[in-house]
C-alpha cells in the first residue's frame, strides 16, 4: 500500500438543542420526582445491605487484571495482545499492546481498544495522554511489520472509520462539541 494522507473535511459545532421550555419542565420533574427517588435509593440500600450481611465472602489469589496479555485480534499469523493499563473514569478502557511474532513501535505506548482492518493491516487508535484528549492514528502494515503514523493530535477518543464507495477512508472524531471528519487517500 503507498503513503496515505489525511486531511480535515469538515468541522461541525454540535449545537445545545434545550429551549427554554424543555430547561424549565425538566427543572419541575427534577423537583418533584427527586423525594420518590431518593426514598426508593434508600431502601433499595438497606436492603442490599441487610441481603449483604448473610453473604460469604471467597477469597481468590491469581493474577489482577492488569497483568494478563489476552488477544485483541490476529492477522495473518500476526497476533495482536493487549494488557489493561487503566481507564478513564466514566470514559474507555487504554492498553498496552504487543505482537507475536514481534512489531517494533508498539512498545512502551498506550492505546484504545478501537481498532479498523483494511487490506491487510490495522488502524490503531494510539493514546498520547490519559489527562487530556491527544490521540494518534497509525497503520500497521501487517507484510512489511511496519508502523505508519497517519495523523497526529487528534483531539478525541471516540472514533468511527468507513470506506466510502469512491474508495476513500472517512474518519470521524466526536469532540465532545465538535465532529470532525478526516478523508483519508489510501
Request: aromatic letters at 12%; hydrophobic letters at 40%.
Amino acid at each position: 500500500m503507498s503513503d496515505m494522507q489525511i486531511k480535515l473535511i469538515s468541522q461541525l459545532k454540535k449545537k445545545d438543542s434545550d429551549t427554554w421550555i424543555q430547561g424549565f419542565s425538566k427543572t419541575v420533574l427534577t423537583i418533584i420526582l427527586y423525594p420518590l427517588i431518593l426514598i426508593f435509593g434508600l431502601l433499595t440500600m438497606i436492603f442490599f445491605f441487610t441481603l449483604s450481611l448473610f453473604q460469604k465472602k471467597e477469597v481468590t489469589v491469581g493474577k489482577s487484571k492488569g497483568e494478563e496479555w489476552t488477544i485483541l485480534t490476529e492477522i495473518n499469523e500476526v497476533r495482536f495482545l493487549k494488557r489493561f493499563k487503566g481507564d478513564i473514569r466514566f470514559g474507555p478502557a487504554y492498553f498496552e499492546i504487543k505482537t507475536e511474532p514481534t512489531i517494533l513501535g508498539l512498545e512502551n505506548k498506550i492505546f484504545g481498544d478501537w481498532l479498523f482492518y483494511f487490506e491487510g493491516g490495522l488502524f490503531l487508535q494510539q493514546w498520547n495522554s490519559t489527562d487530556s484528549l491527544n490521540t494518534t492514528l497509525l497503520y500497521v502494515d501487517i507484510e512489511k511489520k511496519q508502523i505508519k503514523k497517519i495523523k497526529d493530535s487528534i483531539p478525541s477518543v471516540l472514533w468511527d472509520l468507513v470506506q466510502r464507495q469512491d474508495k476513500k477512508l472517512e474518519l470521524n472524531c466526536d469532540t465532545g462539541d465538535k465532529l470532525l471528519k478526516f478523508e483519508i487517500e489510501t
